[in-house]
């Protein structure tokens, strides 16, 4: 058996309210509370990959339009690298 292949359990606990509601899921779906729960931990995962993605692309777009404002301006590259100074003084992420 490869290392990869090995599984884990993991305990946890949930109010009674979470767990009838997990239960009641787990029914509508014909599947196990287990199941219910790695699949909530796939999705969750998923949408971590998601969020990085969007905010490479936001990124990405802020980068672009700031090189094509400063080309419609017409920014000499010393203005330029200081208002990417100032930008990066109020927070912007580059």
């Known amino acids: 058996m490869k290392a990869r292949d090995v599984s884990k359990a993991v305990t946890t606990r949930f109010?009674?309210?979470d767990y009838l509601r997990l239960?009641?899921?787990a029914e509508q779906r014909g599947c196990t509370i287990?199941?219910?729960v790695r699949g909530a931990w796939s999705q969750h995962e998923l949408?971590?990959?998601i969020q990085q993605q969007l905010s490479r692309l936001e990124q990405r777009q802020?980068?672009?339009v700031f090189e094509m404002l400063c080309a419609v301006v017409g920014l000499q590259p010393n203005e330029r690298k200081e208002v990417l100074?100032?930008?990066q003084r109020r927070g912007v992420k580059w």
């Open 15 to 17: 109010p009674m309210q």
């Open 23 to 25: 239960q009641q899921e």
């Open 34 to 36: 287990a199941e219910v």
């Open 47 to 49: 949408q971590q990959q």
């Open 62 to 64: 802020r980068k672009i």
């Open 85 to 87: 100074q100032q930008l």
